[in-house]
């Protein structure tokens, strides 16, 4: 089985820098992960910003780097749908596809900050069906035909002529991220994959147990976003720590449980040293890794 292997890009916090981000991305192309992402935030409240307050934004960080690498994947994980007007989204999208030369992904969240939805002047109590009608608003934009109309409880579009389209055709990747049943159930019905954050594997797996008949109907990724960090010895669950054997022993059980690619934060003090934990995976942990799979040891 062939994972996807992605970076989670330092684009908010104290690195959040044109250096560090390209850096990063570049580094990550050279290294043959699969897919780079971008966290969103836009206009979080002083109460809520402690972690991602400082930030670039996400769609336009995605197109700067789309011209400094060449073959890499390019992700927002996640974007908070419900936040933004979805016909602009998948405008800005599919001219991002095009010109990346059909390298996007969209992993789409529901959001959590009632105070940064305020600040957008977007309704936080309807965030759910929001966010479901955006999901079936950008595969008919993305989809065509030409000239789109669409109508439902949010969003109408008449008659709009939505061209280029994207590269890809049906458009870019679309995953549902977010830990709940119901973000798995959104996954299923109206994307291509679900993208939680990582808990234990056990957990894992029992969000997936009942949901196996519909998974195996058609192609559905289970991508984790997980926090990486070799030098702690112990983390919490669901986290990957340890030496480069651990952190493949902790990866290996997550794919039995249903994983099928990770988007890895690489926890790290410096920027060199983040470069340096991302080397240190593809050439320790990842052979490990596929040798647990094998049913060999690392």
Do not use: C
Request: cysteine-free; aromatic content about 8%; charged content about 20%.
């Amino acid at each position: 089985m062939n994972f996807h292997w992605g970076v989670a890009l330092p684009n908010y916090g104290p690195h959040a820098e044109r250096l560090v981000l390209v850096d990063t991305a570049q580094a990550a192309e050279d290294l043959g992960f699969d897919s780079v992402w971008l966290t969103d935030h836009v206009a979080l409240p002083e109460e809520d910003a402690a972690r991602f307050g400082r930030i670039l934004e996400a769609i336009t960080s995605l197109a700067y780097l789309a011209g400094v690498t060449q073959r890499i994947g390019l992700g927002l994980s996640a974007l908070v749908l419900p936040q933004r007007n979805p016909v602009v989204v998948a405008k800005q999208l599919a001219t991002a596809d095009r010109l990346s030369g059909g390298r996007v992904r969209l992993a789409a969240a529901l959001g959590w900050s009632r105070g940064e939805f305020a600040n957008l002047g977007a309704d936080f109590s309807t965030r759910a069906r929001r966010l479901e009608e955006g999901l079936r608003l950008l595969r008919t934009l993305w989809r065509g035909p030409r000239v789109v109309s669409f109508a439902g409880e949010f969003y109408r579009v008449t008659r709009a002529v939505m061209e280029p389209p994207p590269l890809q055709p049906g458009g870019p990747p679309l995953w549902v991220a977010g830990n709940s049943p119901q973000a798995l159930q959104r996954a299923l019905f109206y994307a291509d994959g679900w993208h939680p954050n990582a808990r234990a594997p056990q957990w894992l797996a029992q969000r997936l147990q009942a949901q196996r008949a519909a998974m195996a109907a058609r192609p559905f990724d289970v991508v984790l976003r997980i926090r990486l960090d070799f030098a702690a010895a112990q983390g919490p669950e669901g986290g990957l720590f340890g030496p480069p054997e651990q952190v493949a022993r902790q990866l290996a059980a997550q794919a039995r449980a249903g994983a099928t690619g990770f988007v890895i934060n690489f926890l790290a003090p410096t920027p060199q040293e983040r470069l340096r934990a991302m080397r240190r995976f593809v050439e320790q942990v990842q052979p490990a890794f596929a040798t647990l799979l094998a049913g060999g040891s690392p």
